[in-house]
């Protein structure tokens, strides 16, 4: 079975902090992506990244950015964390050569 | 997803049958996903549509029209265990996007 592991299942964190969370697939996936997940909003796609070193913005990129450098790995970084950005956040890969996307378990983050 | 719309809500009971629909904007459209997601978990793939059609698998069965835009996912006996919430997306320019879900409720 494919595996994403996100790094934390609870963040709490305050205003400016910056903020890291960590996304780990061992399924040699080369496309990953990060959603956010808000009520009645559904998932909203941040970045995605096809390749080590690769990243695309998705719908909401803005106060994010992210980092892939290795292919396993993909990290999502709030700069200077707000209390907008409170929010489940979940990782998700694909293969390159099917649609069908695993998701990790989610970090649910507070910024206060 | 600004462009996909499925209900927010829906309640049935044990044993029956329900319809959750989903509308998309047809440009560019590839195939159309459906995702379980039980509260605090991750979604969990159930279907995945690319012709018109239905498609069966167990309890769960995925429609699509693509002329109309529309797919509806059909769960019959529904059991306790279904109340989740499902999640319409589709597949566009190598992305997916995500309706907001529909919260089913399973009521004995």
């Known amino acids: 079975d494919v595996k994403v592991t996100q790094s934390s299942r609870y963040l709490v964190k305050r205003t400016g902090e910056k903020v890291f969370l960590e996304c780990v697939q061992d399924m040699d996936h080369e496309n990953m992506f990060w959603y956010r997940q808000d009520p009645g909003l559904g998932l909203r796609l941040i970045y995605f990244?096809?390749?080590?070193?690769?990243?695309e913005k998705g719908d909401i990129p803005e106060g994010y950015s992210v980092s892939r450098e290795k292919k396993e790995r993909f990290s999502l970084i709030l700069e200077s964390a707000s209390t907008n950005q409170t929010s489940m956040y979940l990782c998700a890969s694909r293969s390159g050569e099917e649609e069908k996307l695993f998701f990790g378990s989610g970090t649910q983050l507070s910024v206060l | 997803g600004q462009n996909i719309d499925q209900p927010t809500e829906m309640t049935a009971t044990e044993g029956a049958i329900v319809q959750i629909n989903c509308t998309y904007q047809t440009s560019g459209f590839n195939g159309l996903f459906w995702y379980q997601q039980h509260a605090g978990e991750a979604p969990t793939f159930l279907s995945y549509n690319v012709l018109d059609g239905l498609e069966e698998k167990g309890r769960f069965s995925s429609f699509l029209s693509r002329s109309k835009g529309y797919s509806y996912l059909l769960l019959k006996e529904l059991q306790m265990k279904d109340s989740a919430s499902y999640l319409c997306?589709?597949?566009?320019?190598?992305?997916?996007?995500f309706g907001a879900g529909t919260t089913v409720t399973v009521r004995a």
């Open positions: 997306a589709d597949y566009n320019d190598y992305k997916l996007s």
């Open positions: 990244s096809y390749d080590v070193k690769m990243k």
